[in-house]
């Protein structure tokens, strides 16, 4: 995992980090898969008829790096 952006790997993993999974209280250990389901619906829930925001969203969202959020989500749990 390189740390090139604010101790993440890339702008859109920290964005995604700082953004929306930072207002979300976990309590157990999450899959990469888990975090990207949330990101997404987060981010098309309220966008639906905007197709063009969509795939700008969709190409950003693409860039994470949902496993290192794993990692670091799940690395802060007190368990």
Known sequence: MASNYNGYSNYATWRINNDI?????????????????????VVFRENEEQRLMQEYAAAFISKVDFEEL???????INL
């Open 21 to 41: 999974l930072s207002k979300c209280d976990f309590t157990e250990p999450i899959e990469a898969f888990e975090l990207e389901d949330i990101v997404t619906t």
């Open 70 to 76: 794993a990692y670091m989500i799940n690395k802060n």
